[in-house]
């Protein structure tokens, strides 16, 4: 039993770099999101999808590209990295009647 | 917009003591709240939550009743363990927002022995 299941743990990225990071569950759920995690800001809204083929800007979406083609996959690209993107990023899924998210473990990037 | 607004912090008490961490929110509509905790290089699980108004969500001794007059959702507990030592997050999601969560920023919480 998985659940969201994120991939990798760290990362270390020079300026300009870019990467993915992947997000995957294994619930059927509809709804995926993305957060970045900062000190003394809580967790903030990243990009949405409510299903496949389907995403929305959320409240910090510059800088990061996302697309779903299938129902349990979500990855986040980061087309070319700077060090204000140094954060614990965490994935996030729910089913459609239930508001509360299931989180994965989080991947902690550092831009130097 | 959405906002959540989470005691000052860090919060640190002793083995038994009460735990009282204060939220309130704004939001349009009738949102359902939470409280996430954080355990030390972990992710975020669901501790609790409530759904409509004067609805009191409880979980591992934890409560926190949803007082629509007051806009809040106090995290309650009677008596810490150390165990508890974690990361506290409120959040809300607004109507039909499934998973679309808003959090406030987050309270650590230490219990000593």
């Known amino acids: 039993n998985a659940g969201v299941t994120q991939t990798p743990k760290f990362q270390v990225l020079k300026t300009g770099q870019s990467m993915t990071l992947q997000c995957a569950q294994d619930?059927?759920?509809?709804?995926m999101s993305w957060y970045r995690q900062d000190p003394g800001m809580g967790l903030r809204l990243i990009h949405y999808?409510?299903?496949?083929?389907?995403?929305d800007q959320g409240e910090v979406p510059n800088g990061y590209n996302v697309s779903r083609s299938t129902t349990e996959d979500f990855p986040l690209r980061l087309l070319s990295a700077a060090p204000s993107q140094t954060s614990v990023y965490f994935c996030?899924?729910?089913?459609?009647?239930?508001?509360?998210?299931?989180f994965g473990q989080g991947t902690r990037l550092t831009v130097v | 917009g959405n906002s959540v607004t989470q005691m000052e912090g860090p919060v640190t008490l002793s083995e038994e003591a009460f735990l009282t961490i204060n939220c309130t929110y704004t939001?349009?509509?009738?949102?359902?709240l939470f409280w996430y905790v954080q355990y030390p290089g972990e992710g975020l699980q669901l501790l609790l939550k409530?759904?409509?108004?004067?609805d009191k969500g409880s979980n591992k001794g934890f409560e926190a009743t949803y007082r629509k007059e007051t806009t809040s959702f106090h995290l309650e507990k009677g008596s810490v363990q150390v165990s508890d030592s974690a990361v506290y997050f409120c959040?809300?999601?607004?109507?039909?927002?499934?998973?679309?969560?808003?959090f406030g920023q987050g309270t650590i919480l230490t219990v000593h022995p």
């Open positions: 996030a899924s729910s089913s459609r009647g239930h508001t509360e998210a299931f």
């Open positions: 619930m059927n759920h509809e709804y």
């Open positions: 999808s409510v299903g496949a083929g389907i995403t």
């Open positions: 939001a349009t509509g009738y949102p359902s």
């Open positions: 409530a759904t409509k108004a004067d």
């Open positions: 959040a809300l999601a607004g109507g039909t927002s499934y998973g679309k969560l808003t």
